[in-house]
């Protein structure tokens, strides 16, 4: 019974991660059809910022200065990234060159960490105590992220349904060439898209960095349930990440549980091979109208 | 290529088989990629599992060494199929997560299961047989390797002779294309991560003979990148790119920076960042451009109506009878969201008739159309073709039946010549296009004017065999001459090889001029229906057309 709390509890913590790797996913991909292979690799380097600005006794009030910083530094980078995605794009026939440019880019962040840093994972302190939640005790930053990741849920559709530019990006995600004709500034908006997705990821990765895996090759295993939360979601929507993320996580946790940690992953494929193969338009996506 | 494997230097001949190996992988990694348009970061766990079931057999096992082979091949065509079967429903990007994940799990995988695997120490498993020289210090293996690289090239540019070959390519293209033309664009994808498993799998056996031994950590899924980034930088698409991709890649930080072993994988994301933004069609593709432009002389092949009309073929036998019902609708109703598409409308056209769909835009002619090729699915009503119901079947079965259709948008693939387009057409008729313009064999439709495109798909649906055509405003575009040509070729195709024609077409003259029969449509309704003399008169279909019909 204990177990299975805990499963459940430390499940839902780390799919709120992957839930937010699947959000930010989302902001890009709506406005832009791109998925970014390096948002893994972003959010790892959320976490190494954590682990460079958190001092062994962290205390809550830099916390509290740090948290915007990761993630208005994180979006930045963001931006910059995804700037140079979209400059092929700009003449070329080839649409899908992001799929090598973003991995490429997820590649270098991770060379970078291995040398920078080494193989082994490093350690982040939390400035708050874990707390006893139905009889188990669970480290804070698993409440941070679910936090964090309904946080952004809510920011997110207030930006799209209350501000003029987060209604010009929902345009964008409905008929591209529309938003173009009215004169959408298309290729910025994109530019914001990524830099959203960065304060995203850049926050998610300082908030969960205490309980997250922090090493060069870490990037790909958030990369992958990250994107097998928006799936199981949805592509696009965000409440269908929330509840795809916690599925995921809560069956890594599972199968960490029961059969070891070096079969989460495999448990990830598993899953989404399933769905991909019974639902690929996800729990809560429609299929998008075919056009002949 | 070849010149290392004489000098006997083992650091040098050890390089040259492996290098071969991994052109042979990065060949089929090409052929997925730029072909059937699949992208496959999972490569290196297909290479590795063929490997590493050959040592587990061998040695843990205690097999017979043909037997562990067999037994690796099998495992790579498994993980091959672990790819084929979400390609069935699935493409793209969603299949790039696949494979990713599988790169990743796979070594887990070899460290979780140590028992069967010896974990991180791996497996030792020489073939010393192999490395003995049988002339001028040429070893059977280095004939091995030399023979895969040698034979997945071959096969490559074989593959893109063959029928199969094509199919992928337009499956990747446009997969309405494909259902179009009768066959299922899943199944030339799975066919594609089968093949590319079958090489990948045999290059995977040969590892074992080339390096000895077999650890986790030398299939991590750096190495399904390395593949990828090989391909993209040698340029997607290109037969010799990924020998040039592999080599700038592998040997380039090899030979340099022996010691930077970390270095190595920022190279690998540098290069192919760097490439992909000056040379997105990589080093080969863009030589070969560069080549093309000079030599070409652009406008050079015309696809006329001439050579649709010659190449549309003479009569082979007698027209079967006109006049009976071979394609039927009863009260088809279609919504999309809000959106009443087809509203009721019933449809009987004739065996061996032209009968024209004409109406406003947004009266349901294309939906009609897709209803009846099975692009859309009908909410209520019946739909018959040759008598056989089709409401619930599936394009590509429809296409089968012998129903040939062309899109509004036409379907015409820039990565195949022109002849290519036409013979993706006789490929469902089983026949060969031998008697086109010589040029249309070399030349690309790139450069083919909008209307010429439209009367390529004209061509290619023709060849097709199929004896229902159902064209989308296939005269778009078309000057008033050669208007009169198409009403000519339409009349051919009905009166010599007995073809039964859907024309959807905004040209009311040209509608007037060569069907039998024409149905109005406005807003999802039949307003009108008969013979054109019949309804010219009608005041609706005046009212709908105010101006434009002199007849």
Known sequence: ???????????????????LVA????????????????????????????FFTLTQEPGVASWLVLLPAAALLYAAVLAGQGWITLLPLRSSVEQHSWLITTLAVSVIIGAVILIAQGPFALNVKSPFPSFALLGTRTPAPYA???????????????????????????????????????????????????GISGAIVGSAGFVAAPVMSISADSGIIYVVNGFIAAVIGGLGSNAGALVGGALVGVASMWAAFEFGGQFQNAVSLAILIGVLMLRPQGLFGR?????V | MLVPALFGNLYWSHTFHLVNLYVAVAVLQNMLLADAGQVSFGQG??????????????????????????????????????????ALRVQGYYLGFVTLSVAMVFPELLVAFSDYTNGVNGIKLQLPALHRPLFAGVTPLSLLVILLACGALAGHGYLRETRLGRRMRVAAASPEAALSLGFSPGGARSAAFFIAALGTGLAGLLYVPVVGFLSPSAFHVELSIFFFFSVIVGGNGRLLGPILGVWILYLVPNVLMVDLVNYRLIGYGLVALGIMLAFPDGLVGTVENALRRRTLKPGDAEVGLQSVMGAAGAADKAPPSAGAA???????????????????????????????????????????????????????GAVSIKGVGIA??????????????????????????????????????????????????????????????????????IRTGSDVLLLDEPAAGLSAEERREFARLLRHLRDALGKTIVLVEHDLDLVWRV????????????????????????ARVRALFTGKLDA
Request: glycine share 12%.
């Open chain 1, 1 to 19: 019974m204990d177990e299975l709390i805990i499963i459940l509890v430390r499940g839902i913590g780390l799919g709120a991660v992957y839930a």
């Open chain 1, 23 to 50: 959000i930010s996913f989302n902001v890009v991909h709506n406005s832009s059809g791109i998925l970014n292979f390096a948002q893994g690799n972003m959010l790892v380097l959320g976490g190494l910022f954590g």
């Open chain 1, 144 to 194: 941070g992220a679910v936090l964090l990741a309904l946080a952004w849920c809510a920011a997110l559709h207030w930006f799209h349904t209350r501000t003029t530019t987060g209604l010009a990006m929902s345009a964008i995600a409905q008929d591209l060439e529309a938003a173009r004709a009215v004169g959408i500034r298309v290729r910025r908006l994109q530019i914001y898209a990524f």
């Open chain 1, 287 to 291: 299929t998008a109208a075919r056009r």
């Open chain 2, 45 to 86: 766990a297909v290479f590795g599992a063929a490997g590493y079931t050959v040592g587990i057999a061998a040695t843990l096992l205690g097999t017979s060494l043909p037997l562990a082979f067999l037994l690796g091949l099998a495992a790579a065509l498994a993980l091959g199929c672990l790819f084929a079967l979400p």
């Open chain 2, 326 to 380: 071979i394609v039927e609708v009863r009260a088809a109703r279609k919504r999309y969201g809000q959106v009443v598409a087809l509203d009721g409308v019933s449809l009987t056209v004739g065996r061996g008739t032209v009968h024209g769909l004409v109406g406003p835009n947004g009266s349901g002619k294309t939906t009609l159309l897709n209803v009846l090729s099975g692009f859309a699915r009908l909410d209520a």
């Open chain 2, 392 to 461: 619930r079947m599936r394009p590509d079965r429809i296409a089968r039946l012998g129903v040939g259709r062309t899109f509004q948008t036409p379907r015409v693939f820039d990565e195949l010549t022109i002849a290519e387009n036409v013979q993706i057409g006789a490929d469902v008729a089983g026949t060969r296009v031998d008697d086109v313009d010589p040029k249309w064999r070399t030349q690309r439709p790139d450069q083919l004017p909008h209307a010429q495109r439209r009367l390529l798909e004209v061509l290619r649906v």
């Open chain 2, 515 to 538: 069907a039998d029969r024409i149905t109005v449509l406005d807003t999802g309704t039949t307003i009108a229906e008969g013979a054109p003399a019949e309804i010219v008169g009608d």
